[in-house]
């Protein structure tokens, strides 16, 4: 084996190594330079909840802990109790009066999402949830229930690093479990919409036809 | 065609027949001053052989009803007046024209059932029948034909009158006993709580129809035989028969069996109103499946062949429709009629007949939908279980299951203009989704 | 038996049963609204509907009101029945809105369950449901929300057949049929609650639970009423550590599923802010917060003294009927061995003698007014003080037809029931005897009745003010009846098992009499002589003798009939200990109090009036650091240098069992995994220490004094009253009518009284009942505000000043 060959062979194997490499060097940036920029997130991406008002400014939350027997890490407490009659905090008999969830339990899978009847609870964009204390990661009412005019609370309102163009998406993923369960109903909901957010088209890959079946 | 037994009286005294100086000189009482110094097993066994079956709607053998009576005593009779189902009005005739017709069958029926307390239930909306009747049963009191010692001998019978409140399911024997009772117009279940085991009071009770109890003093008086020969050799005796609608002369009509639907509307009846054609007529009250001309003009009105073509003579009510007639509103008031008078006991009777109603309001509305007539006819069987004739009957009484003869009825014969009715309006709207 | 088969197999039935309940003995479950096995069928919701083969075919049969026959086929699954059942399941729920979300009856609903189960996917309706005004309050304890009904009538038929009172009925009819009460005339049943417990769905909802929980985040445990005597079985949910509701259970023995609104929303006091949660001192005037070292030290140091200075006779317990047998095993091995004392006594000057309640239990049963031909009833107005008995009774008067034969100074709520209502003055109650047994006079149809057997005999005092002896005589004639079972009664909660565990003057435990030559094991080195009863205890109290008082669970300020007897008692002690939950008119005299932990905080055994011992479970922990009274009191005996050894309640039970006589073999383990619906001691095999000798061990009241005035007095209980628990409970605490004053209409024109009376100087509201006996004023006893009128038999009345 001679010289030349051995040289060939590690300029052939370095090459191989480096191909990779080399490879992506031609290829776009895919990270950003968080906090100073934000990733666009996948339409249905799970952060942290918000309970969502009526366009009337009525919380749509009733209590029913529905919420809290599904969820599988057992992190949100729920207390209903009955609605003051001149002065009612939801429509109907039962209001949430108590509404905790601890962060640092949740796994977020959005049961209780799934679960909610009344689409109080809804999953926003939000993730940034750090905190120095565990009585912190507790969400109460208080962070959890969205302005009147529908946005959402955030942990840090001070903070420039929040994103608060994201939050109007926050009941982004609430269409696809809307009680008609079809993407023909966006635009017709069976609920109220949530303040501040309004109707949105179909998402994208969602058909617009005509449901088919006898009854609808 | 027309004959007359029972209407003799008052039509040869129209004036004054419901008196009882007209009653006694026209013979009257004779016939209930012989039967009380017979036995009760030969009164039943008179009243078993006359054959007259019941008038109240089911056609059940009066006389074999009797001869179930439980041996316990005291006994009740209960005279059933309570006559509400659309175009039935045969016995507010007899109440208000010869009461002491029927007061005389009920001292026949009572001593043939050794009751001593007879009660008269008459409707809530007949205060002239109930008057007429009071004011008979005062004047038998007063001639000694009631009360102690009735025509002078030792039998003890007291007559009761009662006006109902206006629930037509008082006219259920059951429920007018309760109603009587005091309690809710409630028909009881059966078993254990047949009247004639367990009835008013808890005691045995014969319930009988007022007409029923009015051929009593014709059976007694002229005799079994006669009454045999009036008419069909089954449904023996004859009927009042109440002929309403788009005929030239409605009213009541005695009439005997065994004539056909045609000589009874185009004859008895003179034929429909303004010269228009036939188009469906209901046999025998508002529970009962309608007929139509193409099928069933030229049958004999008998309760057998009623019965084999899937409807019934009940109390002898004919109500006519004419070719103008809309089916879809005809069946949809005769349906309200019953979802208003349920009881409210059964759930299918309670919430399945609202149901029906509101469906057909809504298809004759306009808010018909292509799957409306299959829904009308799955929630009639969910009421009356495979839709059969006799019904089977899954509620506690036949209300229910009778309440679906007239969508059935729309179904079998209208179908087309049910489905007129749904493509001449707009779909409904369901939560604002047009569909 | 006969042989039916059901969905093609064979099983043996009794004859005569219902379908609906043979199939469901037999392990086939079908589907059902309004049946319930305590009530008469009616067949109204149809959902129970299945296909019966008979000569004329296969029918569709309501099995609720199909009685079974040999030989019968039965399908309950075919696709007919399914049919049929997804049918009326549509029906029901056409107008039924579904709000189950806010419903208190979601998760645990039967027409939820059962529309999972057998129901349609859809409802096809799209027309508008049938609406009404959402809940509207019918009663202050239960709401009505007509929407949800589905018109089953278990509430229209549990009142009308169960209770007696038929407050709530139907209607309307057809559509627009509602369930309702009559205008004006609210809910007011002692029973309420029952109806809310058997609503199929959320219509009748309890005010007290409203949105406190839903049933998944409930834990559960099955446990005993601690509110009544008749050992009503209730299943108590907890959630987040809190009571939050009481159900009746179907006990066979005792309460057939159904509790009375006391016992069933009466649980309330457990999670009072006022509970007991730290020892107390005495400082001034007050109390203030000491470690339970601290408490403790000083109780057993004043015990000691007190018994050093004047022997241990002067030291007397009052109480114990609140707590566990456990508990009272643990306070009569304290007082007897510890201290040495034969002073204690668990009732509060109401009871029977211990001797009629001890050799008794075991030989009646509550079951026997089952196959009772004849049932008399010489106590308390049951349906105040015993409402479940009551219901008992009533079942056996109304259902099961048996004669019924009430003696009271006044009409009782089973009036409307009873064959024979006998009333009397109070004070004649032994001529009134003497007269039954001769059968003279009016009462010969009485005496008649009473020679049908079975007979069962309820006996007690009438009222407060009655002469105890009365019942021990009623009791010697009740025995020699016909097939007699007798059943004393008394009220307060577990004085059956507190006296059986020797928290009596004159009993040792498991039922054996005190000072008597037989050796008791283990208790050798106690005190086995009879020592004082309640009262007898005060009046020493008062006199000087006894000088230390522990109560434990007593109140006598207000539960002892004489109020100002016990607060001379009370007055004149050097020290008062006491064990409590809250802070008494009593205990707030006490020098030391320690916090005690409540039912549904600590485990242990019960007893019922007919000698049944049941277990009581745990489900929440007690407030702060209250304890367990058999604890309190193992530590004090350690803290006097005289242990008792007791390592747990379930160590005492064992204890129990084996010292007890009557109480042999009966252990948690057997409570808890053999015998669920408790068992009645003695077990068989174990023979009962104690026999029945009539004797009168308690003194009548006011024999002390003269009959004061001219009116016999007689004091009732009703049965919400001024009562510690009761008055701690949010829901039932207004539920007292508040002191009055019942005259005969004619004693009240002779003097003259219109609107108000004076008895004995204290203004009272007066009612008028034609049914109480003359010469007689009914004042009920212990009512908030009300006088204190127990220390005598006999009263002045007056017309009261102003209208």
């Given amino acids: 084996m001679s010289e030349q060959q051995d040289l060939f062979t590690a300029v052939a194997n370095m090459w191989k190594g480096f191909r990779v490499t080399f490879r992506q060097m031609r290829k776009p940036r895919v990270t950003t330079q968080y906090p100073k920029e934000f990733r666009e997130k996948p339409q249905r991406f799970h952060g942290r909840h918000v309970l969502n008002r009526y366009d009337d400014g009525m919380e749509k939350c009733i209590g029913c802990e529905l919420c809290a027997g599904v969820c599988p890490a057992k992190c949100i407490y729920v207390r209903g109790a009955d609605n003051p009659i001149d002065d009612p905090v939801s429509p109907g008999e039962r209001y949430g009066y108590v509404y905790e969830i601890n962060m640092l339990r949740c796994i977020f899978c959005a049961l209780c999402v799934e679960a909610c009847p009344t689409e109080a609870i809804t999953m926003t964009h939000l993730f940034e949830m750090s905190t120095t204390n565990r009585q912190d990661a507790i969400y109460t009412k208080d962070e959890l229930l969205v302005q009147p005019d529908g946005t959402p609370n955030h942990m840090f309102d001070e903070d420039h690093l929040a994103d608060f163009g994201e939050l109007a998406a ?46 609808a | 065609m027309i004959v007359e037994a029972l209407t003799r009286r008052m039509n040869a005294h129209p004036t004054d027949s419901h008196t009882m100086e007209r009653y006694l000189e026209t013979g009257g009482y004779e016939a209930a001053r012989g039967a009380i110094t017979k036995t009760r097993d030969e009164l039943v066994e008179t009243v078993k052989e006359s054959g007259v079956i019941g008038r109240g709607g089911a056609g059940f053998p009066a006389g074999l009803k009797w001869s179930f009576l439980a041996p316990a005593r005291p006994a009740y009779l209960v005279v059933n007046g309570d006559e509400s189902e659309p175009g039935t009005f045969k016995d507010r005739q007899l109440l208000e024209r010869d009461p002491h017709a029927m007061v005389e069958g009920i001292i026949i029926a009572a001593v043939a059932n050794e009751v001593h307390h007879a009660f008269v239930y008459i409707r809530g909306e007949y205060p002239k029948p109930a008057r007429r ?69 808890m005691a045995p009770t014969i319930v009988n129809n007022v007409e029923t109890i009015s051929n009593l003093p014709y059976i007694f008086g002229e005799g079994v035989d006669w009454y045999k020969g009036l008419g069909h050799e089954v449904d023996t005796g004859t009927f009042l028969m109440s002929i309403s609608g788009h005929v030239n002369k409605p009213g009541n009509y005695e009439v005997v069996h065994g004539i056909t639907w045609r000589e009874l509307i185009y004859g008895v009846a003179g034929g429909i109103r303004d010269g228009k054609e036939l188009k469906a007529w209901v046999p025998g009250g508002a529970s009962a499946p309608w007929f139509v001309p193409e099928e069933h003009l030229d049958l004999p009105i008998t309760k057998d062949e009623t019965g084999k073509q899937g409807s019934m003579l009940g109390s002898g009510a004919v109500i006519v429709m004419d070719e103008d007639t809309d089916m879809v509103a005809a069946a949809e008031r005769l349906v309200r009629f019953f979802a208003e008078e349920s009881c409210g006991q059964c759930t299918p009777c309670r919430e399945g007949t609202t149901w029906l109603d509101l469906i057909l309001q809504r298809v004759l509305h306009g808010g018909g939908r292509e799957q409306d007539i299959d829904l009308l006819m799955d929630v009639s069987d969910n009421i009356s279980v495979g839709l059969g004739w006799p019904p089977k009957q899954t509620t506690i009484c036949p209300l229910g299951p009778s309440a679906v003869s007239a969508t059935l009825s729309l179904v079998k014969h209208f179908r087309h203009e049910v489905e007129e009715h749904i493509g001449r309006g707009t779909p409904v709207t369901i939560s604002g989704v047009s569909s | 038996m006969v042989t039916i088969t059901i969905d093609g197999t064979e099983v043996q039935v009794p004859a005569g049963e219902l379908l609906i309940k043979a199939a469901e003995d037999s392990g086939t479950y079908i589907p059902r609204f309004c049946w319930h096995r305590r009530m008469n069928p009616v067949g109204m919701c149809r959902m129970c509907l299945v296909e019966v083969e008979g000569p004329r075919g296969i029918m569709l049969t309501p099995s609720c009101t199909m009685p079974v026959n040999d030989g019968m086929v039965v399908h309950t699954k075919s696709p007919t029945v399914e049919k049929a059942q997804e049918g009326v399941l549509e029906f029901l729920l056409l107008n039924h809105p579904l709000d189950c979300p806010v419903c208190d009856k979601g998760g645990e ?22 609406h009404y005004e959402k809940p509207i309050p019918i009663s202050d304890l239960v709401l009505l929300d007509r929407e949800r009904c589905i018109l089953c009538a278990r509430c229209v038929r549990f009142s009308e057949e169960i209770s007696g009172d038929p407050l709530i009925e139907f209607m309307d009819r057809g559509n627009a049929a509602e369930v309702n009460t009559f205008p004006d005339e609210p809910f007011a049943s002692y029973f ?37 005597t008749t050992g009503d079985g209730v299943t108590v949910q907890a959630s987040q550590n809190e009571v939050l509701r009481f159900l009746g259970v179907d006990n066979d023995a005792t309460n057939h599923g159904w509790l009375d609104d006391r016992s069933r929303f009466g649980f309330e006091w457990i999670a009072s802010p006022d509970r007991l949660a730290t020892p107390l001192a005495k400082s001034g005037d007050g109390h203030t917060e000491v470690s339970w070292g601290e408490a403790l030290g000083a109780a057993a140091e004043n015990l000691s003294a007190v018994i050093e200075a004047h022997g241990p006779g002067a030291v007397a317990a009052i109480g114990g009927a609140r707590g566990t047998n456990e508990d ?87 009036a409307d029931r009873a064959t024979h209502t006998v009333t009397y003055r109070p004070g004649e109650g032994h001529d009134l005897l003497d007269r039954l047994r001769a059968g003279s006079g009016d009462l010969a149809d009485v005496r008649a009745a009473l020679d049908e057997g079975p007979v069962v005999a309820i006996v007690g005092r009438t009222g407060l003010a009655e002469d105890p002896a009365l019942a021990e005589a009623v009791t010697a004639f009740a025995r020699d009846l016909p097939q007699a079972s007798v059943l004393p009664v008394v009220r307060r909660a577990n004085t059956y098992g507190a006296i059986d565990m020797g928290v009596a003057p004159d009993l040792l435990p498991g039922r054996v009499a005190a000072g008597g030559d037989a050796g008791h094991t283990g208790w050798e080195k106690a005190d086995t002589s009879v020592g004082l009863d309640t009262r007898g ?26 109020a100002d007897l016990a607060a001379r008692a009370l007055d004149a002690v050097d020290v008062v200990i006491s064990i409590d939950c809250f802070l008494t008119d009593s205990t707030a005299k006490a020098d030391i109090v320690l916090p005690a932990l409540g039912f549904t905080e600590k485990e242990g055994t019960v007893t019922n009036l007919e000698g049944r011992v049941m277990k009581v479970n745990r489900i929440v922990s007690g407030p702060g650091q209250a304890r367990a009274d058999w604890s309190i009191i193992d530590d004090l005996a350690a803290r006097m240098g005289r242990p008792l050894g007791f390592e747990s309640a379930e160590a005492i039970s064992l204890a129990i069992a084996e010292h007890a006589p009557a109480y042999g073999g009966i252990t948690w383990f057997l409570l808890d995994w053999k015998e669920r619906d408790g068992v009645v001691a003695p077990r068989d095999g174990v023979e009962q220490p104690l026999q029945y000798i009539p ?42 009518p508040g002191a009055y004053a019942v005259l005969n209409p004619t004693d009240a024109d002779r003097i003259g009284a219109n609107g108000h009376v004076e008895v004995d100087g204290h203004r009272l509201p007066l009612r008028r009942d034609a049914s109480l006996a003359e010469g007689t004023v009914a004042v009920p006893f212990n009512q908030p505000d009300g006088p204190p009128l127990g220390g005598s038999s006999h009263v002045d009345v007056a017309p009261g000043a102003g209208a």
């Avoid at chain 1, 982004?172 to 017709?188: C, L, N, Y």
């Avoid at chain 2, 206006?166 to 117009?185: D, F, K, M, P, V």
């Avoid at chain 3, 985040?217 to 509110?227: F, G, I, Y």
Wanted: a negative charge; one cysteine or more; glycine letters at 12%.
């Fill in chain 3, 537 to 562: 205890i005060l009046e020493a109290a008062a006199d000087g003798r006894v000088k230390a008082l522990l109560l434990v669970g007593a109140d006598p300020l207000r539960d002892v009939p004489d």
């Fill in chain 1, 170 to 215: 926050a009941d982004g993923w609430m269409r696809a479990t809307s009680p008609q369960g079809r993407a023909d109903f966006s635009g017709v909901p069976g609920w109220t919409p949530s303040a501040g957010v309004g109707l949105r088209p179909a998402e994208q890959g969602q058909s617009g036809t005509e449901p088919e079946g006898e009854d």
């Fill in chain 2, 133 to 201: 009747v009071q004011q008979a049963v005062a004047d038998a009191y007063a001639k000694g034909f009631l009360g102690k010692g009735i025509f002078g001998g030792d039998y003890d019978l007291d007559v009761t009158v009662h006006l109902g409140a206006g629930a037509y399911i008082c006219g259920e024997e059951t429920a007018l006993l309760n109603s009587l009772e005091g309690r809710r117009g409630e028909p009881r279940l059966k078993p254990p709580y047949f009247p004639a085991a367990k009835g008013l009071y």
């Fill in chain 3, 328 to 414: 009272a095993y643990a306070l009569a091995s304290f007082m007897r061995s510890s201290v040495g004392s034969p002073n204690l006594d668990a009732r509060l000057d109401d009871g029977l003698g211990t001797h009629l309640l001890s050799s008794l239990a075991g030989k009646g049963e509550i079951g026997d007014l089952e196959t009772a031909r004849t049932v008399l009833v010489w106590a308390a107005d049951l349906k105040e003080e015993h409402p479940v008995l009551y219901l008992r009774v009533r079942r056996a008067a109304q259902e099961l037809g048996a004669t019924l034969i009430t003696v009271h100074p006044t009409a009782t709520g089973l």
């Fill in chain 3, 109 to 130: 609903c039967p027409l939820q369950d059962q529309t999972l189960s057998h129901g349609p996917g859809e409802s096809r309706m799209v027309e508008e449901k049938r």
């Fill in chain 3, 192 to 228: 309420s609650g029952n109806t809310v417990q058997i609503c199929p769905v959320g219509a009748l909802t309890a005010s007290a639970y409203r949105f406190r929980a839903r049933p998944w985040d409930l834990r559960e445990v099955a446990s005993v009423n601690p509110l009544t």
């Fill in chain 3, 695 to 736: 004797t009168t061990s308690l003194r009548a009241v006011g024999s002390g004094g003269a009959k004061r005035g001219g009116f016999a007095l007689h004091l009732g209980r009703l049965l919400y009253d001024d009562a510690v628990l009761t008055r701690q409970g949010a829901s039932i605490a207004d539920l007292a």
